[in-house]
């Protein structure tokens, strides 16, 4: 398949470009601000679909409106038109238009003057057309400082620079480009196209919050960096938020560190922490060292032995039972505390012993649930 593309250098456009890149089956053509429109036509030849992502939006000279969204966008409807004349060939168009294209002012009005021109194409030449009124895109690559308070306040807050919240309670509709790439991708593959009560194509999921909420959710992504607490990025908005304030991160705060202690025994670090589903750290022993010696009436861990040799002793708290298991750091196996069970760890190799474990709770230095007894 082959595409064209205009405004291919746009914050859509380059994520358009790079899922592109990803599949084999498709060729892209690119128009950019660099070409002029009379090459619209050839740049045509054997296109099997169009995404048309140029566009205007905060000009210096307000006639930019006119000659950057509605003069392209007629141009762009000539050359297709002139495919199906002459080629029989109905090339589909997808096109980014804008909420503001229902308001009254030149920038709605030049977004609008483009749909009707492409509204034309379709009466006139049966050619498809898929017309998305965009509210708020949010994702990697959206130029801050600009038009999205989503990547400003990414940007910044990863910096440490101030940030400008006017009214905190403004509601903001977002969708994530990820998903909206995901829908352009289905209509070129011939998926139905899903429309709106006013005939234009939909993205889903949209996300309703407002400007303080994205401003304080936001610097929660910054702050878990030092208090280890992460927030709930597996799915929904906060996933894409995260992603994307992760993707402003300049290549100097790529990493960080954390807290660790260090003693005779070797060192214990803790990497993340969670609201509900306990937390993460390692440690290490030297040889001969054993950790732990204690029991646990809820809390569980889960302990990998990521190199070493190690001896897991266990006893019952009431009958005395006794258990012991010997584990690798070569074979990845967890082996699981059980409440009510004390339990100790001793490096019985000649190498320094390193160890990953899960606690099912964070740590809290009130409630510790941790009693001493040698095993």
């Given at each position: 398949?082959?595409v064209?593309?205009?405004?291919?250098?746009?914050?859509?456009?380059?994520?358009?470009?790079?899922h592109?890149?990803?599949?084999?089956d498709?060729?892209v053509?690119?128009?950019?601000r660099s070409?002029?429109?009379a090459?619209?036509?050839?740049?045509?030849?054997?296109v099997d679909?169009?995404?048309h992502?140029?566009?205007?939006?905060?000009?210096?000279?307000p006639?930019e409106?006119?000659?950057?969204n509605?003069d392209?966008?007629?141009a762009?409807?000539?050359?297709?038109?002139m495919?199906?004349?002459s080629?029989?060939?109905?090339?589909?168009i997808v096109?980014?238009?804008?909420?503001?294209?229902?308001?009254?002012n030149?920038y709605g009005?030049?977004?609008r003057?483009?749909?009707?021109?492409?509204?034309?194409?379709?009466?006139i030449?049966?050619v498809?057309?898929?017309?998305?009124r965009?509210p708020?895109?949010?994702?990697?690559w959206?130029?801050p400082?600009?038009?999205?308070?989503?990547?400003?306040?990414?940007?910044n807050?990863?910096?440490g620079?101030?940030?400008?919240v006017n009214d905190?309670?403004?509601?903001?509709?977002l969708v994530y480009?990820?998903?909206?790439i995901?829908?352009?991708?289905q209509?070129?593959?011939?998926?139905?196209?899903?429309?709106?009560a006013?005939?234009f194509?939909?993205?889903?999921?949209?996300y309703?919050t407002?400007?303080?909420?994205?401003?304080r959710?936001?610097?929660?992504f910054?702050?878990?960096?030092?208090?280890?607490m992460?927030?709930?990025?597996?799915?929904g908005?906060?996933r894409a938020l995260?992603?994307?304030?992760?993707?402003?991160l300049?290549?100097?705060l790529?990493?960080?560190?954390?807290p660790?202690?260090g003693?005779?025994?070797?060192?214990?670090?803790e990497?993340l922490?969670?609201?509900d589903?306990?937390q993460f750290s390692?440690?290490?022993?030297?040889p001969g060292i054993t950790?732990?010696?204690h029991?646990?009436?809820?809390?569980?861990?889960?302990?990998?032995?990521?190199?070493g040799?190690?001896r897991?002793?266990?006893?019952?708290?009431?009958?005395?039972?006794?258990?012991?298991l010997?584990?690798?750091?070569t074979?990845?196996?967890v082996?699981e505390t059980v409440?009510?069970?004390t339990?100790?760890?001793?490096?019985?190799?000649s190498?320094e012993m390193?160890?990953?474990?899960?606690?099912?709770e964070?740590?809290?230095r009130?409630?510790?649930?941790?009693?001493?007894?040698?095993v």
């Amino acid at each position: 398949m082959k595409v064209l593309i205009t405004g291919v250098n746009g914050f859509v456009g380059k994520n358009l470009q790079l899922h592109l890149a990803e599949r084999k089956d498709v060729q892209v053509v690119c128009f950019t601000r660099s070409d002029d429109v009379a090459q619209l036509p050839a740049m045509l030849e054997g296109v099997d679909f169009v995404f048309h992502l140029a566009g205007v939006n905060r000009p210096q000279d307000p006639q930019e409106f006119v000659s950057g969204n509605v003069d392209l966008t007629q141009a762009l409807c000539r050359a297709v038109g002139m495919v199906a004349e002459s080629a029989g060939k109905r090339v589909p168009i997808v096109y980014t238009s804008s909420t503001q294209a229902g308001r009254d002012n030149p920038y709605g009005q030049s977004k609008r003057g483009a749909e009707d021109a492409l509204l034309a194409v379709t009466h006139i030449h049966q050619v498809p057309v898929h017309i998305f009124r965009l509210p708020n895109v949010f994702g990697k690559w959206c130029k801050p400082n600009y038009n999205s308070a989503v990547a400003t306040f990414c940007h910044n807050i990863a910096r440490g620079l101030p940030i400008q919240v006017n009214d905190p309670a403004a509601p903001v509709t977002l969708v994530y480009v990820d998903d909206v790439i995901d829908r352009f991708l289905q209509l070129m593959d011939g998926a139905d196209a899903a429309v709106d009560a006013g005939g234009f194509a939909t993205v889903a999921p949209k996300y309703t919050t407002t400007v303080g909420e994205l401003a304080r959710q936001i610097q929660a992504f910054k702050d878990s960096r030092d208090t280890l607490m992460t927030e709930r990025v597996g799915n929904g908005l906060v996933r894409a938020l995260y992603a994307t304030y992760v993707s402003y991160l300049p290549p100097e705060l790529f990493a960080y560190t954390v807290p660790q202690y260090g003693d005779s025994r070797g060192v214990f670090a803790e990497m993340l922490k969670t609201p509900d589903c306990g937390q993460f750290s390692y440690f290490t022993a030297h040889p001969g060292i054993t950790r732990g010696g204690h029991y646990h009436h809820s809390k569980t861990e889960k302990f990998l032995v990521i190199k070493g040799q190690a001896r897991f002793k266990f006893r019952h708290m009431q009958t005395g039972e006794a258990h012991e298991l010997l584990i690798s750091g070569t074979k990845a196996e967890v082996v699981e505390t059980v409440p009510g069970w004390t339990h100790d760890i001793t490096n019985i190799g000649s190498d320094e012993m390193v160890v990953m474990l899960w606690a099912n709770e964070v740590f809290d230095r009130a409630r510790p649930d941790t009693f001493t007894c040698a095993v």
